[in-house]
């Protein structure tokens, strides 16, 4: 971490401590809402809840980065629009499909062949002067037989050498896709975003996150205009995940909101919620927690209420398994940021299996070094 990073992390720590109105999450929550929204060359572009970010609107191409493994959009088409287009999705699951229906009419989407199992180009006519309603799901959608996904946090400087991890995790039967609880890369710019695209070619399954502190940047986050929402609801055979942006070491208002609507929906079913730095930091001794011990003890209120099944969290470069209000908690920070020496931990991730109707069966830590 620079001393640039160091001092922005420590400014937003300091503002939120000092309480009053500011607010240093409040510009990521509102981004949030622009996200997956998109207007030009004839078309108008709206993805359901936010669930995929528009990469790429052209004349005849639109590209997007799904940020669930199954989301709807609705694609109008206006005058001057093109009547064929490519709509190219990448980081989704390798059998998941696209579909395609104008009123009552479903239309024939046509997939066009590609190297890499998370990422798939269509095309598909559009009638002029419509709105398609679009769905990608893969077929086991809502199958609520157990099943289970990985966990993986903190890369930062060795997004150079996280291939070897990617190979590992390939190796692990039936995983459905990879859970990340932020800091993705080492300062958040567009090159490191860029870089961290291209590794994910030697992952054969979708990688969904939020973002870490790391993501911040000096000037803004860029982490949204490349991987979608900071905060994210999306249900995926008949588990409810949550993920919440803390990288400030604090929850925005707007996005406790967004929680009480999340935790009510998952309430009666299977549901898990993760971020990058926790509320309570296990051990105490580094400060890896939030910035107000009230906020903390409200958010886990709020996350026991809910009845809550897991806790995920990064941001500390090692393992930890805890209860937090009572919770099962693990924190995984293993995905190659320089690790806590005395734990000879190193790299790693987290298997986790889940049965829909009973809960999470095991937790599984696989060790890359």
């Excluded at 936010?50 to 940020?67: M, N, Y």
């Excluded at 961290?196 to 911040?216: C, K, M, Q, S, V």
């Excluded at 734990?343 to 890359?368: A, C, M, N, Y």
């Amino acid at each position: 971490m620079t001393w640039r990073k160091h001092l922005t992390f420590a400014l937003s720590l300091g503002l939120a401590l000092g309480g009053g109105c500011i607010r240093p999450a409040e510009e990521r929550a509102d981004r949030d809402l622009d996200v997956g929204k998109a207007s030009g060359h004839g078309l108008d572009v709206d993805v359901d809840s936010g669930l995929a970010a528009v990469r790429e609107l052209g004349a005849d191409t639109l590209r997007l980065w799904s940020s669930a493994p199954a989301w709807e959009m609705s694609v109008t088409t206006r005058a001057g629009a093109a009547k064929d287009w490519s709509i190219s999705l990448e980081n989704v699951i390798a059998d998941a499909t696209l579909r395609a229906v104008a009123g009552d009419t479903s239309l024939t989407v046509t997939q066009i062949e590609s190297p890499l199992p998370t990422r798939k180009t269509y095309r598909v006519t559009l009638p002029a002067g419509t709105k398609t309603r679009f769905t990608l799901a893969p077929p086991d959608r809502n199958d609520t037989s157990p099943w289970r996904f990985a966990l993986m946090s903190d890369v930062q400087e060795a997004i150079v050498d996280v291939n070897d991890i990617y190979r590992r995790m390939n190796e692990v039967h039936g995983l459905r896709f990879l859970l990340g609880a932020g800091d993705l890369t080492q300062q958040g710019q567009e090159d490191e975003l860029s870089r961290f695209r291209d590794e994910l070619a030697a992952l054969d399954i979708p990688y969904y996150t939020t973002l870490g502190n790391h993501e911040l940047g000096d000037s803004g986050p860029a982490y949204q205009d490349w991987y979608g929402r900071a905060n994210s609801h999306f249900v995926y055979r008949g588990v409810h995940f949550s993920l919440l942006d803390s990288a400030s070491a604090t929850i925005d208002p707007i996005v406790y909101d967004w929680l009480d609507g999340w935790l009510a929906s998952g309430r009666d079913h299977v549901h898990i919620v993760a971020m990058h730095i926790p509320p309570i930091d296990p051990v105490g001794v580094r400060n890896g927690s939030f910035s107000s011990r009230n906020e903390a003890a409200k958010l886990l209120t709020r996350l026991a209420e809910g009845r809550v099944d897991l806790t995920l969290y990064g941001h500390i470069h090692s393992y930890y398994s805890f209860d937090n209000a009572g919770i099962p908690a693990y924190i995984s920070g293993g995905g190659g940021a320089i690790p806590e020496r005395f734990d000879q931990i190193g790299r790693h991730f987290l298997v986790i299996d889940v049965d829909p109707k009973s809960g999470v069966k095991s937790v599984e830590t696989v060790r890359v070094d």
